[in-house]
């Protein structure tokens, strides 16, 4: 058997940026966008209750705190139809189901429009460093109850999980770029491994729909899986994703890990139908979360104190030290990645061979100033790997897999 080079691909945001998948920092955006305005033609989704009670707990928290908007009356209005669903669970006459879903729908079209006007500007990355830096000094602990801002926490998880699955749902999966890509990795599947930084579920779905084997490394007790392909054979690509997954839910009972079909999972945790239920350890529950989103960013990763991803971040390194060729794809290896940015340049041999594929905005040439150039992810490349050999695409990554298949045939 001839020895194979071996390959890792790096997919940062970049990756997702045909499917039109929000990046991070945009899904404040998506969350305050007016529905369209034709009516006519206009059919609204079907919000779940549970689904608006999330979107106001996060929409009131971000009104209080990042706006000068007074909410006193939303809160009021929201704490008496909290209060009324309460009691109606005791005695169903008093309100009708349909009435409490109503009021909600108000409220919420309200708290949507005060944050359209107010202008808010603050993306819920940011939102989320707060809580985590809160979390240690426990300075929010005094305006608020440990359960409300772990409720906010939660619900605001649960709103990146619905608007990411929403648009990974709206994707086709016939996009020229991806099928490029995939098709070169299934010309390299015996001798490639993908590492992910994003949380969303276009990869695997791709690797699925292209019937490729592949597998999470995750420790298999961590998990109860849900229809997916999980049989090891010498073609299994390894797809490794550092910082969780829109569809993977920890069990706060049993702590094992329910992974739900990549199409379902936005409105998993939302469905009114039915109790959040451990497919491990059986357990339902109605009120309290019980499942809890697995999606985590990089200041998170500090505080960060879970097997799950001492797991995953092992098995990246092992896979980075024995790759003979690193591609870099849509990945601007940015500033804020401490912990992974020193996981690479530990695990990177000198000798490995280093391909970045961007878009023409990270092109250096584009500019003539140094100091904006400097700014550019080449620049950072450069200092993290100074010995490695490093070429560097701007074209996307769609173009430079056709050119390599093109090359192969
Ligand atoms: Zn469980």
Not at 334 to 339: E, G, M, N, S
Request: charged share 25%.
């Amino acid at each position: 058997m001839d020895k194979k080079e071996r390959i890792v691909f790096i997919l940062g945001a970049g990756f997702s940026a045909p499917a039109k998948l929000p990046i991070q920092d945009r899904i404040l955006q998506e969350m305050i966008k007016k529905p369209a305005a034709d009516f006519l033609t206009y059919t609204p989704e079907p919000e779940s209750t549970k689904f608006l009670k999330s979107y106001i707990t996060v929409g009131l928290f971000l009104l209080q705190n990042y706006t000068a908007f007074d909410c006193a009356e939303y809160n009021e209005s929201f704490e008496e139809l909290e209060l009324k669903s309460k009691y109606t669970k005791l005695d169903i006459s008093v309100l009708s189901e349909d009435t409490e879903k109503n009021e909600l729908l108000i409220l919420r079209e309200k708290i949507r429009d005060s944050l359209e006007k107010s202008k808010i500007h603050v993306s819920l990355e940011d939102v989320f460093t707060s809580f985590d830096k809160t979390y240690q000094s426990r300075e929010y602990f005094h305006r608020y109850s440990s359960q409300y801002v772990d409720e906010i926490k939660e619900s605001i998880t649960r709103l990146f999980v619905y608007y990411f699955s929403k648009r990974c749902k709206n994707h086709t999966y016939v996009e020229s770029d991806y099928l490029s890509f995939f098709s070169y990795l299934k010309n390299h599947a015996t001798n490639s491994a993908i590492i992910s930084t994003n949380w969303d579920v276009l990869t695997e779905t791709y690797l699925e729909k292209q019937k490729l084997v592949y597998d999470l490394s995750l420790n298999d007790t961590y998990y109860t899986k849900d229809g997916l392909v999980t049989s090891k054979s010498r073609k299994t690509i390894k797809l490794i994703k550092i910082h969780g997954s829109i569809n993977w839910f920890r069990c706060l009972n049993c702590g094992k890990i329910n992974i739900v079909n990549s199409e379902n999972c936005g409105n998993y945790l939302f469905d009114d139908k039915s109790q959040e239920t451990c497919k491990s350890c059986r357990i339902t529950k109605n009120a309290d979360f019980l499942l809890q989103s697995q999606i985590i960013t990089p200041t998170m990763m500090k505080s960060l104190n879970s097997q799950l991803y001492t797991n995953l971040w092992s098995s990246a390194r092992e896979t980075l030290l024995k790759a003979d060729h690193v591609y870099f794809v849509g990945y601007s290896l940015p500033i804020a990645d401490f912990d992974f940015r020193y996981l690479l340049h530990q695990s990177i041999s000198d000798k490995a061979k280093i391909d970045v594929i961007l878009y023409h905005d990270d092109d250096p040439k584009q500019t003539k100033k140094t100091n904006l150039k400097d700014l550019l992810p080449e620049k950072r490349y450069h200092d993290l790997f100074a010995k490695n050999q490093i070429e560097f695409h701007y074209d996307g990554f769609g173009a430079f897999f056709k050119k390599q298949i093109n090359n192969l045939s």
